[in-house]
């Protein structure tokens, strides 16, 4: 502890009591001293060093040759660095340096391009705070001297910024039309304007080891060392104008961009000791390049002009690159360029374009928020922090900084900026730390390292008022009542403070910026609020963190706890009385209710004994008249039979065709409603016996041969052959579903073909048996879609057109879909109007055992190809499948297509549009009466069945071929003649 005035004092703490110091030198009126890193430091007509030697109580005093008098106060701004306030001459910065010790008057900048004398002269204290600066008492008042962000490197030329780079001792060097040299050192900085003979003015800078690169307005490129001694130098004054960009990368590779003089400029290139490489269209690059980058892997990114090629990667295996531009996520023309851009994290880019700021990342690209700016301001130049937070720098509205969470501060010259125009890629953080910002009109650089804009402090309550009259904290709102509160922010100047509002839970988003601190709000709903403010002090400053005041708003008296509480229990000693009341009426309506349902339960039941006893009554009526007028029926068809055997002339024979084909209808009819009327009693029973499936479809298609060949319709079958010979189940009712579904096909078709299919399907998942999925398809009228739904319905037709038309009772699909179901089986059906019907039954199939029978093939008839042709192409795979379960090699082909030559027999499925004459035999399969057509036309067949389905009928027709190949030349042909079809029982 020291007391210093016209003598020196020092307290002794062990003595308790003040020693004495004799002086060496003159000491004089001391008004004020610090304590520095040697000794002392005092002022008062002068400022003077002081060192002690406590060994002799000694005090050496050292005084500073300079021309300032009356100093009044002393304060520590750093190491090396004091302020010093004077009795008359205002506030004066005191720097030790390598020089010695410097005094320089501390001078207002109010912005940068505004100079003035410090307004206070006369000073009595200074008091320096951390984060908001250096306080100064005057008798002409208070005030707070600002360290701002940004100091102005002082001589330098108001000129734009071309270039700002660092060498690797650290110092920087800006062109600012000439080229300068700043050394830092400590809180000052060293300009020296570096000589130089060029032709043209510098634009470009660029430093590998040991050498200073400089290009010029006029095409030419420098090499030279630090000190502006040329070393070598190259013209490219014939391939365009100014080279306005140097970049020297990790490779000590200089790359160079270029502006065009007098004809395009496509792409880059770059020096090194082999030379000078250049990359153009054939390298990748379509467009001129702006700005090249290494990132910390040295790999090589070039930004340049135009929506589809602002972005490439330089590939150092094939010497190319690699075109990244991504589809922009606006509309632009090519007037996009990209003027600087920074490495962020995981690999992505910022870019600072002539259309915002954009975010690069794998295959996204998206333009950032700026605040309160428009998101498409132009960005000149950008710097990433390793904490993600960014610097940029943009056209006209100075530097944004943009935290991590993007928050946006702003920086103009009120900042320390020398002009809000900022330069392109004028942005330089050096190894110190520390920004440099080129602007229009000079360079600035951060006043302190790792440079991040501090918080405003959080705004303090002030005034509360409520309903007019001064309030409390925590005091509540009357119902529709006002509350009014003022805030402010303790820091200085108040007039920069802006203040943004957010009610919770009513705005979501922040309210517009607001000069004014005051806020207010009437005639809220009930409830509890919380109101948030926060703050943002001028140029240079993020937003605080929030104040919060919560506040509860009362309810309507009605709404309030005692009302609620005595509502609610009026409300339920009234629901309780009517609950009883109703309780009472409801026990007796219940009475007379359960009366009145055990009445009608009577009546009901009474009813339905007399309805099942009319149905059963009805459904014997039906099985005793269908028997009475069956039996007659058989004894008039019987008797046309034998009438049939006299001799009878033509009109009586016609007669008696009609009188048997009715007869035979009302006997089906008959026998339907009989069937009917069975399954409706519950009497029909399945007489279930082995049969053989490709049997049944045998007699059944061989049943309507006859009415086939007379519509000239083609009937043909499939039976997989993993079908086994015999089965368990009740034959006549698959035959009666067959012929149901066979005759509506016939009925409803008038040309092509009626294919009947069945496959086999192995048990599935979680069943025991295995099923026959049969499949009876034509090529008929078809039926709509909205028909579909009830064509398995009683006495059910699609429309009554079709009843007039095609007659019929509708109870045909009604049996067979009863009897699928019987059968523990499935029917359905796929159908397109004028394309035809599909009706697939599935039935669980159970094999009979038994001995496995070889199938009989003709001789020599595996070596035989045979192909076949048909009209419709599912008619000729199923003729095509029959033949290879025989182990015949068949395959289909088109009408109107070529026998292949390795073909050795065709089969032909009338009707063709033409039959033509082959090299090879050909058998006809169709329906009775082609082959005299045919023989007639001089028909080029061997050989004709009617009946393709039936094996033997086909094997004989196969063999009448084969011996008509083989007889001799010149021989007479056997006469086509249709092979009979022996019925299968």
């Not at 002022?43 to 406590?54: C, D, E, M, Y």
């Not at 800078?205 to 420098?222: E, I, N, R």
């Not at 509480?565 to 209710?593: C, K, P, Q, V």
Request: hydrophobic share 40%; net charge negative.
């Amino acid at each position: 502890l020291w007391a210093l005035g016209n003598r020196a004092f020092r307290y002794d703490r062990l003595g308790d009591r003040w020693i004495e110091y004799s002086t060496e030198g003159p000491l004089g009126a001391c008004e004020t001293f610090v304590q520095t890193e040697s000794g002392l430091m005092g002022g008062g007509q002068g400022i003077f060093q002081l060192r002690a030697s406590h060994s002799n109580w000694l005090l050496y005093v050292d005084t500073l040759t300079t021309d300032l008098q009356e100093i009044t106060s002393l304060i520590t701004l750093g190491p090396s660095s004091w302020l010093a306030g004077t009795q008359a001459h205002g506030l004066w910065a005191v720097q030790n340096g390598p020089e010695g010790i410097s005094i320089l008057p501390i001078i207002n900048y109010p912005d940068g391009h505004k100079v003035e004398a410090f307004p206070l002269a006369r000073i009595h204290h200074l008091r320096f705070k951390a984060n908001e600066g250096v306080w100064v008492s005057s008798p002409d008042g208070l005030g707070l001297a600002i360290n701002r962000f940004f100091h102005v490197i002082p001589r330098l030329p108001h000129y734009p910024a071309s270039a700002i780079r660092e060498d690797d001792l650290g110092d920087v060097y800006a062109i600012f039309g000439d080229i300068f040299r700043i050394k830092p050192h400590k809180d000052r900085y060293q300009v020296t304007n570096i000589p130089f003979s060029l032709s043209g003015v510098p634009t470009g800078l660029a430093f590998t080891p040991g050498t200073m690169w400089v290009s010029t307005s006029t095409g030419m490129l420098y090499a030279m060392d630090k000190q502006g001694h040329m070393q070598r130098q190259w013209d490219f004054s014939e391939r365009g104008g100014w080279i306005f960009y140097l970049h020297a990368d990790q490779q000590q590779r200089v790359w160079a961009c270029q502006a065009p003089e007098n004809k395009p400029i496509v792409g880059v290139f770059y020096l090194d000791e082999t030379g000078t490489h250049y990359f153009g269209p054939r390298h990748g690059l379509n467009e001129r390049i702006l700005v090249v980058y290494d990132d910390p892997d040295g790999r090589v990114f070039c930004g340049g002009i135009g929506r589809h090629s602002y972005l490439y990667r330089y590939l150092p295996e094939q010497d190319s690159f690699r075109n990244l531009s991504l589809p922009l996520p606006f509309p632009t023309d090519d007037n996009f360029e990209v003027h600087d851009f920074a490495f962020g994290s995981e690999g992505s880019i910022w870019l600072g374009t002539t259309h915002g700021l954009l975010h690069y990342q794998g295959d996204t690209i998206v333009r950032v928020g700026l605040g309160n700016f428009e998101a498409e301001t132009e960005i000149r130049s950008v710097r990433a922090l390793p904490d993600g937070s960014l610097w940029v720098a943009t056209e006209r509205h100075g530097i944004l900084f943009l935290g991590p969470g993007l928050e946006v501060a702003h920086f103009t010259e009120t900042s320390g900026l020398s002009d809000e125009a900022m330069g392109y890629r004028a942005l330089l953080l050096d190894r110190r730390h520390h920004l440099w910002a080129g602007t229009f009109e000079g360079l600035s650089v951060t006043a302190q390292a790792n440079p991040n804009p501090a918080k405003t402090p959080v705004p303090q309550l002030r005034h509360l008022v409520i309903n007019d009259k001064p309030g409390r904290p925590g005091q509540s709102i009357p119902h529709r009542g006002r509350i009014a509160l003022e805030v402010f922010s303790p820091t200085y100047p108040q007039s920069s403070i802006r203040y943004q509002y957010r009610l919770v839970g009513v705005q979501r988003d922040w309210q517009p910026l607001l000069a004014s601190p005051a806020w207010s709000r009437d005639t809220l709903p009930g409830g509890t609020y919380t109101l948030q403010v926060r703050a943002r002090q001028g140029s240079g400053f993020r937003w605080s963190d929030p104040l919060e005041y919560t506040f509860e708003v009362e309810e309507v008296w009605y709404l309030q706890k005692w009302a609620m509480l005595l509502i609610f229990l009026t409300g339920a000693l009234l629901m309780g009385f009517f609950s009883w009341f109703n309780a009472r009426h409801i026990l007796t309506r219940n009475e007379d209710l359960q009366a009145q349902v055990a009445a009608r339960t009577h009546e009901l039941e009474a009813a339905r004994v007399r309805a099942e006893a009319a149905n059963k009554a009805k459904s014997a009526f039906l099985a005793t008249m269908s028997h009475e007028i069956r039996t007659p029926m058989n004894g008039v068809i019987g008797m046309t039979d034998l009438l049939d055997a006299t001799p009878l002339n033509a009109e009586q024979r016609e007669y008696l065709e009609i009188i048997r084909s009715s007869g035979h209808n009302l006997i089906h009819i008959i026998n339907d409603i009989l069937d009917f009327s069975k399954m409706e009693a519950g009497k029909l029973r399945l007489d279930i016996r082995p049969y053989s499936l490709h049997e049944v479809i045998l007699e059944v298609l061989a049943t309507f041969s006859p009415l086939a060949a007379k519509k000239e319709i083609t009937l043909m079958y499939w039976v997989d052959s993993q079908i086994p010979p015999h089965i368990k189940g009740d034959e006549d009712r698959i035959r009666q579903v067959l012929i149901n579904l066979i005759n509506n096909a016939l009925k409803f078709t008038e040309r092509g073909a009626i294919t009947v299919e069945a496959r086999w399907s192995p048990p599935q998942a979680g069943a025991e048996r295995a099923s026959i999925e049969m499949r009876v398809q034509d090529t008929g009228i078809g039926i709509p879609q909205d028909k579909q739904a009830g064509l398995f319905q009683a006495f059910t037709q699609v429309d009554a057109t079709t009843s007039r038309k095609y007659g019929g009772t509708g109870l045909g699909l009604a049996i067979c879909a009863q009897l699928v179901q019987l059968m523990d089986g499935q029917i359905a059906v796929e159908s397109e109007e004028g394309v035809g019907s599909t009706f697939i039954v599935q039935l669980p199939c159970v094999p009979v055992p038994t001995p496995p029978c070889p199938v009989e093939i003709l001789p020599l008839l595996n070596t035989y190809r045979v192909g076949v042709r048909a009209g419709l192409p599912h008619v000729a795979r199923l003729l095509c499948l029959r033949l290879q379960s025989y182990g015949i090699l068949a395959q289909p082909i088109a009408p109107e297509a070529d026998i292949p030559t390795d073909i050795q027999l065709v089969m032909t499925v009338a009707p063709l549009p033409a039959a033509t004459e082959l090299a090879v035999p050909q058998i006809l399969l169709g329906f009775v009466g082609i082959p005299a057509k045919l023989r007639a036309e001089g028909g080029p067949f061997a050989a004709f069945t009617s009946q393709p389905g039936d094996k033997k009928s086909l094997m004989a027709a196969i063999q009448r071929a084969m011996v008509q190949e083989a007889a001799p030349s010149g021989a007479e042909p056997a006469p086509v003649a249709e092979v009979p079809s022996e019925r299968m029982r």
